[in-house]
């Protein structure tokens, strides 16, 4: 039940998450320090938006109240929501767009109105906006080729589809929100409640499984994508970002995330995250011979 009241800011609704408890790395050690303000701002401005869409303390025309004044701070026209005023400065000084926080607005618009997903490619168009302009910003922050956004909009969904699977019993239980295709429910003969079960079912088991499989041939596209990279302090956390969802993609295809956790503890990630740089570094060392 909503206890929001009219006076209501994106930072009553705050989750208190931050960049650190992220499933993948934010503005990393492994990002040039010029780099990481920008990036930064970017994500607590998407932070705050994330935490508006989700909260289950505001109705949904106040949660779309809040994202328009993220909106119009960002584009100057109030200073009433600091994220949206500290990304506005961010972007000034690089002179860089505001599209992709633009962009990011959309999903959260969705992420408030529409709770369903008819099949893949409506997913796949919510994340267009929910997830590929996180990625095609930090692209341009670093002054990287956009012919390089086909591969990022490739990871970047997988990245979120990867969430999505993860959460699946927790979005529906808090938030009512599935993204889970409902084309995948009817044809295995589940419904939308199979996901109120303490554990899966083998129907939306092989449906989790599916999406999963579906998630890997998304990561194969953006197999290249850290060798095209320039900036190499970036492309190996592009890499060790594709490792680590590669990995989780296997974890969901091997327990249930209704019943087990499929996330990383900071152990395994770290000792993912040090192979891919490894193997990355080796990667393009090799392209350059």
Known sequence: MSTASLDTTAEDLASGKGSTDENFPVASALIAPRHRAVVLAFYRFARAADDVA????????????????????????????????????????????????????????????????????????YCRYSAAPVGRFVLDVHGESRDLWPMNDALCAALQVINHLQDCGKDRREIDRIYIPLDRLHAAGVGVEALDAARASPALRAVI???????????????????????????LEVGVIQALAKDLCKGLMARD?????????????????????????????????
């Open 54 to 125: 989700d909260s289950g303390l505001a109705e949904p025309a106040s949660k779309l109240e809040l994202l328009e004044a993220l909106r119009a701070s960002l584009q100057g026209e109030t200073t009433e929501a600091p994220e949206g005023r500290d990304l506005r400065a961010a972007l000034i000084e690089r002179q860089l767009t505001d599209q992709h926080a633009l962009d990011l607005l959309e999903a959260f618009r969705r992420d408030v109105t529409k709770l369903r997903y008819d099949d893949w490619d409506d997913l796949m168009d």
């Open 257 to 289: 995330p209704l019943s087990q956790s499929v996330h990383h503890d900071k152990a395994k990630m770290a000792a993912i995250g040090l192979g891919a740089v490894v193997r990355t570094s080796w990667s393009r060392l090799g392209n350059k011979r």
């Open 209 to 235: 499984t599916g999406l999963a499989q579906e998630t890997l041939r998304l990561l194969d596209i953006s197999r290249p994508f850290a060798k095209r990279i320039k900036d190499g302090r970036l492309a």
